[in-house]
């Protein structure tokens, strides 16, 4: 092990320890630490997103990616589609939901497109709601789809395809008896009977992993708590650090954590179409803060609002990307807050920068 990576390590850990830490000290740390981070956890994540701002892996970018090509799916029928045709034609929410996740074949797809909406699309959502309206568990829909669909050329095919036209040939050929033929034509019905189970099936969970987008937040401060502390620990031991280090860790994972958003702040995502979408730092308001209030601008905003990382970008809506704990008004001070009556739950914070102020980590302008 490098003697000045541990020094830096070290460096970094002391701030830590003395609460004079900002935003660069968690920069430092993360980056320097990350090769030596053995487990491809959440802190890992963090660290390479740190690292490297723009993204186009990683276990945020697979979440990001499968909900905005939903979103896309879906905003292409409605582009391609003529209103006044569609409104005579679609009188029931269920015929609206099934045009709106239609535009895709289930007999040919590419393969990147496949990966995304139905490997991160299935454990993207959540398995009672998987369960709820397919009766399939995410173990049973992933081997119905392997054993349904095999991969060429960079599409994923359906297999009743090749099985239909295997029967097509047969049913072509001129030198079949008529026992022959006969027996073929009832071996055809039923496959047939078969095969449209099949689609029905497949096309039905494929609407349903496709037709439900979760925005919950990539990661939870219990998971952020636990793994920003086991992970430390394994760095500083590796580097036979006094672990006396783990306790600050402990107890300042909150303002740890601050810093880490605020990094991210402008960080992008590169999309599976190469658009782009921006994360910025911003306010949240839960909706049972402000269901029974006349208003959810700036008083609400700075008294129960969190701050959290929205991604937006790429003709979509903003959506959180991270609602965290912690409360907008123990990092902002009240009378600069109030000069912005225009904000509320999701506006883009301008108080970006973890620093120090008088010894106490803030958000500055």
């Not at 393969?111 to 995304?116: A, C, M, R």
């Not at 979760?214 to 793994?227: A, P």
């Not at 601050?258 to 999309?271: E, G, N, P, R």
Request: net charge negative; aromatic share 10%; charged share 30%.
């Amino acid at each position: 092990m490098s003697v000045k990576t541990k020094q830096a390590i070290t460096k970094c850990l002391n701030k830590i320890a003395d609460d004079s830490f900002d935003e660069e000290t968690l920069r430092s740390l993360l980056i320097i630490s990350r090769e030596h981070i053995k487990s491809n956890g959440l802190i890992k994540e963090l660290a390479h997103f740190v690292a490297h701002s723009d993204r186009n892996q990683g276990m945020f970018h697979k979440q990001v990616n499968n909900r905005y090509a939903k979103l896309r799916l879906m905003d292409s029928q409605m582009k391609g589609a003529d209103a006044k045709a569609l409104m005579e034609k679609i009188k029931t929410e269920d015929e609206l939901s099934d045009f709106l996740l239609g535009g895709i074949s289930i007999y040919r797809i590419e393969s990147k497109l496949f990966h995304i909406l139905y490997s991160d699309g299935l454990e993207d959502i959540p398995e009672a709601h998987l369960i709820k309206y397919t009766n399939f568990t995410k173990a049973e829909v992933k081997e119905l789809f392997d054993r349904h669909y095999h991969k060429q050329g960079g599409f994923h095919y359906l297999s009743t395809l090749k099985t239909r036209s295997l029967n097509k040939k047969i049913s072509e050929l001129e030198n079949l008896s008529d026992e022959e033929r006969k027996t073929f034509e009832e071996h055809r019905s039923s496959s047939e009977i078969l095969m449209a189970n099949i689609e029905r099936k497949i096309d039905q969970i494929q609407k349903v992993i496709r037709g439900v987008i979760h925005y919950t937040s990539v990661f939870d401060l219990e998971t952020f708590n636990n793994e920003i502390a086991a992970t430390l620990t394994v760095v500083i031991k590796s580097f036979s650090i006094d672990q006396k280090y783990i306790k600050a860790i402990k107890s300042r994972s909150s303002d740890i954590l601050l810093c880490i958003m605020s990094l991210l702040h402008d960080s992008k995502f590169i999309l599976y179409d190469k658009m782009e979408a921006r994360n910025f730092l911003g306010f949240y308001l839960h909706p049972q803060d402000y269901k029974n209030s006349e208003s959810i601008v700036t008083p609400s905003i700075y008294e129960k609002g969190l701050l959290a990382l929205f991604t937006c970008g790429a003709d979509s809506v903003s959506f959180p990307l991270y609602v965290s704990d912690l409360l907008v008004k123990d990092y902002i001070g009240a009378d600069e807050f109030n000069e912005f009556p225009e904000l509320k739950s999701f506006s883009e914070s301008s108080w970006i920068t973890a620093e120090r102020i008088d010894d106490k980590l803030r958000l500055v302008r």
